[in-house]
C-alpha cells in the first residue's frame, strides 16, 4: 500500500448526456479521505452528491461518464480500472450503503444468502463459513435472532432492520472504504438514531474510512470529523465537523444553517432565512462563482467574472472555503431563541375541536372463507382543538395516526366514533361530498407531495381557477383577476397559471397548491407534511409563507409533521401522537421543555442537530412499533417505554395528568418524571 | 394455500356456467336453424317444424338448458351433426392433435423467449437489445397466415424441402415429424415475438432496480447478477402470460391449422361454427374456457412460487 | 379526451395559452421524430392510409373487373404490375382497395373499446367494492374465452358483416382495456389532487375524466396502438377463415383464403396481399414500440 490518503479524488468531471445536451453535472472536484476517517458530503438535492460516490465505484449508467480527473484509491485509479479489476474493488475493498433499503435488497432471496454471496465471491470461501461470517457480521449491527434472520426475506423485516442487513452486507469483507448514501433517509427521527449510533460504533471498530452523503446537516454532525459542502457540483467549504459548524465562511453554508429550523428557535424570535432563488441548471455554467445568483454577499465582477481559488480559513489549517470575500464576512453566529407563553392567544373560541375522535378502518376486502379478521385502529380516543389565528401541530412518527385526523378533518375520511366540530359545526361523520358548500370554504387542505398535489395534465391556472369557481362562485371570466392575486400572495409570477406542473420546481409546485387551498379563503387550512418533500432552503421559504399568510388572514393552521424542529418553529400548540393515540398536548413552549411524556422525551433526544456542541443523552428505542393488531392494552407505548414502571404499563390504559393546558398520558406522575428528566433543548438568547 | 384454490374453483365453476349459458342461448337468435340445417335447403316448414318439436327445440330455453346441463353432468355430451359421430369421441381426438402441436411448441417457445428477452433487456439499447426488439417486433406482427404464405413459398414451392400440408395422414410420402415442422415453426415465430418483447421489458425494468446496483456494487460477476438477482424477479410478470400461452396454442392456432389442414380443435370447431353444429360448439366452447381458466390458475400458482411476498 | 377540461379553462381562452398548446403539440410531433421505430411506423401507417385514400383515383383496374386475357399469364407484368388472382382480377388495384375496410374496421373497433373500456375500468378503479368485483369479473370471463373461438361462433352465427365485426371487436378488446385503465385508476385516484378535487366538490364524474383519464392516456395510447395492429391481424385472420367481411369486395385475409391452394402454381397471387397485411401491422407495431420509448424518457 502506498503513502498518503486512502481516496485522493483529483478535478474529477462527470457529465450527463440528457436531450438538452451534455450537462456537467461536477465541473472539476478534488477532495482527499484518509484511511479510518470519516468525511461528510453536503448538499441539497441535484448538488451532485450522490453523482459523486456513484463515479467512486463508477456506476454511473449510460447516461453518465466521467470526462476528465483522476481517483486514486490504495494507490489505483479508478477511472481507468477495467471492468475485472472494479469487480475485484466493488464490495470487497470500496462498499456502499443505500438510501432506500426496501429496494436495494433482491425481494426473491432471503438475507441470509444475500449476505452470505458476498465472501463467497471475493474469497472463495465455502458456504459454511461465509454462513458463520454473516451470522457474526448480523449480531454486529444488533439484530435479535440473526439464526431466524437469516431466512428472512426482505419484506418480512421493518426499514431499521433493512438498513442493518445493508450495513452488515457492506462491512462483511472489512472494506477500506464504506460510502453511505442518504442512508437514514426516509427512517421515523428514532430508527434514523439508532442507525447512527450503530454506525459510529462499528466505525471505531472497523477502522473503515467512510464517505458520508446527506442532505441532514444534523445526521452528519453525529458521524463524521469533516464535512465538505458541496453546491453544483463543485465543494464550496471544507473543514473539521467543528469548524464548519461554528465559524462558516461560505455563504451558502450560512444559508443552509440560517434557512434549518432548529429544536432551539421559533418564528417569533428567530425567523427562518430563506436562500433566494432556487438552484440553476447545471447546463447553463459562468465562469464565477456557482453561487453567485443567489448570493446575499455576492459583488458583481469579483464573484462572477473568473473561477474562484479555494483558500484556507485564517487559523484553521484544516478548513478551506472558494469565496473570495471569506474574509470580508463578519463572524456568523447561530440564530436561537424562543418566545415567551402566549396564554392570551390560546383562551380564544376553538376553531377546530376533536372529541374523544376514532377512526377504524376495516381489514382488506378479501374473500373469506372463516373468520374475519378485527378492523385496523387507526385513531384511538383524540382529543384535540385550536383557535381561530392558532397553529396546531400534530407530530409523530409514521403509522402514528396524524394523517389520519388531517383526513377526517377534511371530510377524506369520516370518524368511526366521536366528533369533529368545525366552528361550532359538527362534521365528523360528514364526508366531503356530504358538507355544504360553506363547510367546504371553510377548510382546505395543503398536501405533502408536490408531484402529485397538481395534475400534471392541467395548468397552474386551471387548477386555482377551477377552485375559484368551485367555491367562491366565480364566472369563467372573473377568474383570471383571481388567479394574479393568489400568485400573487404566494409570491409566484402571474406568468405560471400558463404553465403545467411538469415545468415547476417543487417549490413552485407547493407555492401553488398553496394558492389553490387559498382559493376558498378558508379559516382552517390542514397541511399535512406540507415540507417534508422539499429541500431545506425552499422549506424554509414554504414555512415562511404558511405563518406570514396565516398570520394576515387569521386562519388556523393544523400542521401534520415528522419534523420536530419545524413543529417548534411554527407551532403555538402542539400533540405528540403515538399508535393513533395523544401521547402528549400542550403549548409548544410546555412540550419541548420537561416533564416530557417518555415517548416526547426519547423523539427529542433522538433529534439529529446540526450543532456539534449539542451534546444530549441519546434515549434508543428498543423492538419496533407494534403493528395494528397487535396494540397493547395498556398503554400503547409500553412495549418500547425506556421508563416504564412495571404491570401496570402493559394492563391499564395511562391517565391524563393536566397540569393547566399541558396534558400527559402516562402512569409516572408529573413531578416524578420532572425529576428524572433534563431539558433537552436549551434555547439561548438571541445574538448570544 | 387452501384459499387459494377453492377462491379459483368458485370462478371455473362461474365462468363456465355463464359461458355455457351464453353459447346455449345463442341459438335462440336464429330458431329453427338447427332442424334446417339437419333437413337441407328443400326441407318444407312443416318438416322443419315438425323436426324441431321432435328434437325439444321448442321447448323454453331454460328448461333445454337443464337438460342439457343433466345430460352433461351424466357425461353424455350430445351427437354432433357435422361428424355423424357423438361429440364426445370428435372432440377429444381433435383435442389430442391439438395438444401434440401445442406441446412441441411450447416447449421452443419458452426457452427461446426466455433466452432472447434476456439477452435483449439486460442491457437495454444495446446493439443486441435493438436487433432482438426489432426483430420480435417485426415477427409478432405477421399474421400466422402470412407467415404460413412467407414459410411455404421458400420451404416448399421453392426448396421443396417440407410438405405444404399436415394431416397427419401417412399419404404423400412425408413423415409426421417432416409434416409438423413448418405449422410448429410458425406457431414459435409469431408468438415468441410477443412473449419475447413482454420479457424483455420486464428485465429491462427490474435492471433498473436499486437490488440490481446492490449487486453490482458488491462486485457480482454480470452472469451472477443476471442469473441470481434480474432472472427470478424479471419473471414474475411475465410468468403468467408464459401460461396463458397454453390457452393461446390450444384453442388459438386455429388459423395455422387451416393454413396447414391440420386435423385439429381449433379447425373442428369452425367446422362446427360454420355448419351450426350446436352440440359441439357448446362442447368444444365448455372445453375451450375450462382449458383457459386451468391455465390461468396455473399462472397465478407459478406467480406465487416465485415470489415469496405472495406466499406468506 | 381533455374537451370537457378545455372548454372552460380560464387558459384556453387566452392566446397566450393556445400559443403554448400549439408548441406543445409541434414539440410532439417532432419528438415522434426522435425515435427510429416510431418515425418509420409512422411513415407506413400513413403511406398505408393516403394510398387507402386515393384508392379510387390511383388503382389502375376496378378491384372486382376480371381480364380473361391476363388468365393466360397471371404473373406480374406491364398491365398488372402485381398479377392478377385465378379470377383475373388485378392484385394491385385489389390491395389497394382491400386497405379501405381494415383502415376503417380496425381503428373504429380499437375507439369503441377504449370508450367502453376507459368507462369500465374508470368506474371499477374509482368505486371500488362490488362496481369493482362485478365488472373485474365479467371481464375475466370475457378474456378468459379464447378470442378467435369466440368470434368464430358470433359470426358464424349472426353472419359476417363490417358492423358485426366492429361489434365483436369492441366487446372482446374493451376488457383489455378496463383492465388497463382499472390498474391506473386504482394508482391515481390516490393522488393528492384528487383529493383536492372532492375537496372543491367535484362530481365523481368529473374526477373520473378530467383529473383521472387524462393521466392514464400516455399507456392508454401506445396500448390503442398495439391493439390497432392486432385488429389487422384478427380481420385478416376472420378473412382468412371465411368468415370475414363478404366477398367480392377485396379484402387481404379472403384474398390469401381463395389463393394460397394455389401456391404450388402461382405463389405471387398469396405473396403480394400477405406483405400487404404484414407492412401495415408493423407500422401500427413499430410506432408503439417508439411511442412507450418515447414516453418513458419523459
Known amino acids: 500500500m502506498t503513502d498518503g490518503p486512502l481516496l485522493d479524488v483529483q478535478s474529477l468531471s462527470v457529465a450527463y448526456t440528457t436531450r438538452a445536451g451534455e450537462m456537467a453535472v461536477i465541473p472539476g472536484l478534488s477532495f482527499q479521505l484518509n484511511a479510518g476517517e470519516a468525511l461528510g458530503l453536503v448538499g441539497e438535492s441535484g448538488c451532485g452528491k450522490s453523482t459523486v460516490a456513484l463515479a467512486i465505484v463508477r456506476y454511473l449508467g449510460r447516461a453518465g461518464r466521467i470526462t476528465g480527473g483522476r481517483i486514486r484509491f490504495e494507490g489505483r485509479d479508478l477511472t481507468t480500472l477495467d471492468e475485472a479489476g472494479l469487480r475485484a474493488i466493488r464490495g470487497r475493498r470500496i462498499a456502499m450503503v443505500y438510501q432506500d433499503p426496501m429496494a436495494s435488497l433482491n425481494p426473491v432471496m432471503t438475507v441470509g444468502r444475500q449476505l452470505m ?315 366531503v361530498d356530504a358538507r355544504d358548500a360553506t363547510l367546504k370554504r371553510k377548510l382546505q387542505m395543503v398536501f405533502q407531495n408536490p408531484d402529485s398535489t397538481l395534475n400534471p395534465s392541467h395548468t397552474v391556472g386551471y387548477a386555482i381557477g377551477r377552485a375559484l369557481r368551485r367555491l367562491q362562485g366565480r364566472s369563467a371570466s372573473d377568474t383570471g383577476a383571481g388567479v394574479a392575486r393568489l400568485l400573487d400572495v404566494v409570491k409566484l409570477s402571474p406568468a405560471m397559471a400558463a404553465r403545467t406542473p411538469r415545468q415547476l420546481s417543487g417549490g413552485e409546485k407547493q407555492r401553488a397548491a398553496i394558492a389553490r387551498a387559498l382559493a376558498s379563503d378558508p379559516d382552517v387550512i390542514v397541511a399535512d407534511e406540507p415540507v417534508s418533500a422539499l429541500d431545506v432552503s425552499v422549506q424554509a421559504a414554504i414555512v415562511n409563507l404558511l405563518t406570514e399568510i396565516q398570520a394576515a388572514r387569521g386562519a388556523t393552521l393544523v400542521f401534520i409533521s415528522h419534523d420536530l424542529a419545524v413543529v417548534r418553529y411554527l407551532a403555538d400548540t402542539v400533540a405528540v401522537m403515538y399508535l393513533g393515540t395523544v401521547a402528549e398536548l400542550g403549548p409548544v413552549e410546555r412540550v419541548f421543555a420537561p416533564p416530557y411524556h417518555p415517548y416526547t422525551e426519547a423523539l427529542l433526544s433522538a433529534v439529529p442537530v446540526p450543532d456539534p456542541d449539542h451534546a444530549v443523552a441519546r434515549i434508543l428505542l428498543e423492538g419496533r412499533v407494534p403493528r395494528a393488531d397487535e396494540i397493547p392494552r395498556g398503554c ?24 393547566a393546558d399541558h396534558r400527559i398520558a402516562c402512569h409516572i406522575p408529573g413531578d416524578e418524571l420532572q425529576r428524572l428528566q433534563a431539558p433537552l433543548v436549551e434555547p439561548r438568547a438571541v445574538g448570544r | 394455500m387452501g384459499r387459494f384454490f377453492v377462491k379459483h374453483l ?44 321432435q328434437m325439444g327445440l321448442d321447448r323454453p330455453v331454460l328448461v333445454r338448458y337443464v337438460d342439457y346441463m343433466r345430460a352433461l353432468a351424466a357425461g353424455d355430451l350430445g351427437y354432433s351433426a357435422r361428424f355423424k359421430l357423438p361429440v364426445r369421441d370428435v372432440i377429444f381426438k381433435h383435442l389430442a392433435n391439438t395438444a401434440l402441436l401445442a406441446a412441441i411448441a411450447f416447449a421452443c417457445i419458452v426457452p427461446l423467449s426466455t433466452v432472447l428477452g434476456v ?194 | ?157 349472426f353472419g359476417s358483416s363490417a358492423w358485426n365485426i366492429i361489434g365483436v371487436l369492441t366487446l372482446t378488446k374493451a376488457p383489455i382495456i378496463a383492465r388497463i385503465v382499472r390498474g391506473m385508476t386504482l394508482d391515481l385516484r390516490e393522488r393528492e389532487y384528487v383529493a383536492a378535487a372532492k375537496m372543491r366538490g367535484e362530481s365523481a364524474l368529473y374526477i373520473m375524466l378530467v383529473e383521472i383519464l387524462p393521466n392514464a392516456r400516455g399507456p392508454l395510447v401506445v396500448d390503442m396502438c398495439l391493439r390497432t395492429g392486432y385488429n389487422v391481424i384478427i380481420i385478416g385472420a376472420l378473412g382468412f377463415l371465411g368468415i370475414g367481411l363478404p366477398p367480392p369486395d377485396p379484402d387481404w385475409g379472403g384474398m390469401v383464403k381463395d389463393t394460397y391452394g394455389l401456391m404450388m402454381v402461382w405463389p405471387h397471387m398469396a405473396l403480394f396481399p400477405c406483405a400487404a397485411i404484414s407492412s401495415l401491422v408493423v407500422g401500427f407495431n413499430l410506432l408503439a414500440v417508439g411511442l412507450r420509448e418515447l414516453g418513458l424518457r419523459d
Open chain 1, 117 to 431: 454471496e458476498v465472501p463467497m465471491t471475493h474469497e472463495g470461501v465455502s458456504a459454511t463459513s461465509a454462513r458463520a461470517r454473516a451470522l457474526a457480521m448480523l449480531a454486529e449491527v444488533k439484530l435479535a435472532d440473526p439464526e431466524a434472520v437469516m431466512e428472512r426475506y426482505p419484506h418480512q423485516l421493518s426499514g431499521g432492520q433493512q438498513q442493518r442487513i445493508v450495513i452488515a452486507m457492506a462491512l462483511i469483507t472489512g472494506p477500506a472504504l464504506l460510502i453511505m448514501d442518504e442512508p437514514t433517509t426516509g427512517l421515523d427521527v428514532t430508527v434514523e438514531a439508532a442507525v447512527l449510533d450503530l454506525v459510529r460504533e462499528l466505525r471505531s471498530r472497523h477502522r473503515s474510512a467512510i464517505l458520508f452523503i446527506s442532505h441532514n446537516l444534523g445526521s452528519v454532525v453525529r458521524v463524521c470529523d469533516r464535512v465538505a459542502v458541496m453546491y453544483r457540483g463543485e465543494l464550496v467549504e471544507e473543514g473539521p465537523v467543528r469548524g464548519i459548524f461554528t465559524n462558516p465562511r461560505h455563504p451558502y453554508t450560512r444559508g443552509l444553517l440560517d434557512c434549518l429550523p432548529t429544536l432551539g428557535s421559533d418564528k417569533r424570535q428567530a425567523p427562518l432565512v430563506p436562500i433566494a432563488g432556487q438552484v440553476e441548471s447545471a447546463l447553463a455554467r459562468s465562469p464565477g462563482c456557482g453561487f453567485a445568483a443567489r448570493c446575499p454577499q455576492v459583488e458583481i465582477g469579483r464573484c462572477t467574472s473568473r473561477p474562484i481559488p479555494s483558500s484556507t480559513v485564517h487559523g484553521e489549517p484544516d478548513h478551506r472555503v472558494a469565496c473570495v470575500r471569506a474574509d470580508e464576512l463578519a463572524r456568523w453566529t447561530r440564530r436561537s431563541g424562543t418566545g415567551g407563553a402566549h396564554d392570551a392567544d390560546r383562551a380564544r373560541e376553538p376553531m377546530v375541536a376533536v372529541r374523544h375522535l376514532t377512526k377504524l378502518y376495516a381489514p382488506r376486502q378479501r374473500l373469506r372463507l372463516r373468520g374475519s379478521r378485527a378492523p385496523v385502529r387507526a385513531v384511538f380516543d383524540v382529543e384535540l382543538a385550536a383557535g381561530r389565528g392558532q397553529t396546531l401541530a400534530i407530530v409523530g412518527e409514521s403509522g402514528c395516526g396524524k394523517s389520519t385526523i388531517a383526513k377526517v378533518l377534511s371530510g377524506l375520511e369520516v370518524a368511526t366514533a366521536g366528533g369533529v366540530s368545525l366552528d361550532g359545526v359538527e362534521v365528523g361523520a360528514l364526508a
Open chain 1, 636 to 659: 400503547p407505548f409500553a412495549t418500547r417505554c425506556p421508563r416504564r414502571i412495571g404491570p401496570i404499563c402493559d394492563e391499564t390504559p395511562p391517565p391524563v395528568q393536566r397540569f
Open chain 2, 10 to 53: 368458485l370462478f371455473l365453476l362461474l365462468t363456465l356456467f355463464v359461458v355455457s349459458f351464453l353459447v346455449f342461448t345463442l341459438n335462440e337468435f336464429s330458431p329453427g336453424a338447427v332442424a334446417r340445417k339437419v333437413l337441407g335447403a328443400y326441407a318444407t316448414q312443416e318438416q322443419v317444424d315438425l323436426l324441431t318439436k
Open chain 2, 119 to 312: 439477452a435483449a433487456g439486460m442491457r437495454e439499447a444495446s446493439r443486441l437489445d435493438r436487433v432482438i426488439l426489432m426483430f420480435s417486433t417485426v415477427i409478432a406482427s405477421i399474421p400466422e397466415f402470412a407467415l404460413g404464405v412467407f414459410l411455404a413459398s421458400v420451404f416448399v414451392v421453392w426448396l421443396g424441402w417440407l410438405p405444404g400440408t399436415a394431416t397427419l395422414l401417412a399419404g404423400g410420402g412425408w413423415s409426421v415429424a417432416a409434416q409438423l415442422v413448418l405449422p410448429v415453426t410458425v406457431i414459435v415465430l409469431f408468438d415468441s415475438g410477443y412473449v419475447v418483447s413482454m420479457i424483455r421489458a420486464s428485465v429491462v425494468e427490474v435492471m433498473q432496480r436499486p437490488y440490481i446496483r446492490t449487486a453490482v456494487l458488491k462486485g457480482l460477476p454480470f452472469r451472477a447478477v443476471i442469473l441470481r438477482h434480474a432472472l427470478r424477479n424479471a419473471m414474475l410478470t411475465p410468468v403468467t402470460v408464459i401460461m396463458l400461452q397454453i390457452n393461446y396454442l390450444i384453442a388459438g392456432v386455429v388459423v395455422v391449422e387451416t393454413v396447414f389442414a391440420y386435423p385439429g380443435f381449433g379447425r373442428m370447431i369452425l367446422e362446427a361454427a360454420l355448419f351450426k353444429d350446436i352440440a359441439l360448439i357448446e362442447a368444444g366452447a365448455l372445453v375451450a374456457v375450462f382449458l383457459a381458466v386451468v391455465t390461468n390458475i396455473l399462472g397465478d400458482f407459478a406467480y406465487m412460487l416465485l415470489d415469496p411476498r405472495i406466499r406468506a
Open chain 3, 1 to 157: 379526451m381533455s374537451t370537457p377540461v378545455a372548454a372552460g379553462t380560464l387558459s384556453a381562452s387566452s392566446p397566450a395559452a393556445s400559443r403554448v398548446r400549439a408548441r406543445r403539440w409541434r414539440r410532439r410531433l417532432s419528438a415522434l421524430g426522435e425515435s427510429a421505430p416510431a418515425t418509420v411506423g409512422i411513415v407506413i401507417v400513413l403511406s398505408w392510409v393516403g394510398l387507402a385514400l386515393v384508392a379510387p383515383l390511383i388503382a389502375p383496374y376496378p378491384p372486382n373487373a376480371n381480364d380473361m386475357t391476363a388468365l393466360a399469364n397471371t404473373t406480374p407484368s406491364k398491365a398488372h404490375w402485381l398479377g392478377t388472382d385465378q379470377l383475373g382480377r388485378d392484385l394491385l388495384s385489389r390491395i389497394l382497395w382491400g386497405a379501405r375496410p381494415v383502415l376503417v374496421i380496425a381503428p373504429l373497433a380499437v375507439l369503441g373499446a377504449a370508450a367502453l373500456g376507459s368507462l369500465l375500468g374508470l368506474a371499477a378503479g374509482y368505486y371500488g367494492r362490488w362496481v369493482d368485483l362485478t365488472i373485474t369479473r365479467a371481464c375475466d370471463i370475457v378474456l378468459s374465452f379464447p378470442v378467435i373461438i369466440l368470434y368464430m361462433i358470433i359470426l358464424a352465427h
